[in-house]
């Protein structure tokens, strides 16, 4: 049986969602490396793939299936057997789960997107304050959500933390977390980090992704 292919990028907060998600129920992925900054999701042929042109995308069987949120869900239903938790099968469990991911897709990501994609596509030279407060505004959701929990859904680590982080940590550079005014959201954060996969799987691309954006700002800015 082959194994899952994925179609990614370290660059990509939902790519690597998928990754933290793969790590976690020991999953080994056929990875299938894709230089956005070189649009290489917008050829045919990745486009005869995927019409949405989105990163990740996971090929499994004669299956393709698109969105970091829904594939993280189908590994763990398909491959996550003694890592339930992750994805739990009691409807009010799951419901929240979902409506996390929701929140990472309506907010976190969609927002991360409106700073980032028209700076490094476009030649964009606009990181205000308005888009940078915009951001932030979501920290103040996480806290409430982790006032009582060590993770998003409660006492249990779930897709929803990793779609989350990654999101994250990818844009907490442009736009600051105050310990101070977010001591649960930071905590989280640590939490997360202390994971033996996390670094090599999230921590470095997000990094990665925060230096490309400094650097293609200030190229933007500098014509």
């Known amino acids: 049986m082959s194994k899952p292919a994925l179609y990614y990028a370290t660059l990509s907060p939902p790519s690597r969602a998928v990754l933290l998600t793969a790590k976690a129920i020991g999953l080994d992925l056929e990875l299938r490396p894709i230089n956005l900054l070189k649009g290489e999701h917008l050829t045919p042929e990745f486009l005869k793939l995927n019409p949405q042109h989105t990163i990740p995308t996971l090929i499994d069987g004669e299956a393709t299936i698109i969105d970091s949120h829904a594939i993280c869900a189908y590994l763990v239903e398909k491959y996550g ?6 994805y739990p099968k009691d409807l009010v469990k799951r419901a929240n789960v979902d409506a996390r991911l929701h929140l990472d897709s309506g907010h976190l990501f969609a ?3 409106f700073l980032y994609e028209p700076i490094l596509y476009y030649g964009s030279t606009d990181c205000s304050i308005d888009k940078i407060a915009y951001i932030q505004k979501c920290w103040e959701i ?3 959500f982790l006032k009582d929990d060590p993770y998003l859904c409660g006492s249990d680590l779930t897709i929803a933390d990793f779609c989350a982080v990654a999101t ?18 930071q905590a989280w954060l640590k939490r997360l980090a202390e994971l033996p996969y996390y670094q090599e799987v999230n921590g470095d691309g997000a990094e990665e992704l925060k230096a490309i954006f400094k650097t293609k ?7």
């Open 81 to 86: 057997q003694e890592q339930q938790q992750l």
């Open 142 to 144: 996480l806290e409430g």
């Open 168 to 185: 994250v940590t990818s844009v907490n550079d442009a736009a600051p977390i105050d310990e101070f005014k977010f001591p649960k959201l």
């Open 111 to 113: 927002r991360l997107r």
């Open 217 to 223: 700002l200030a190229e933007n800015r500098g014509k």
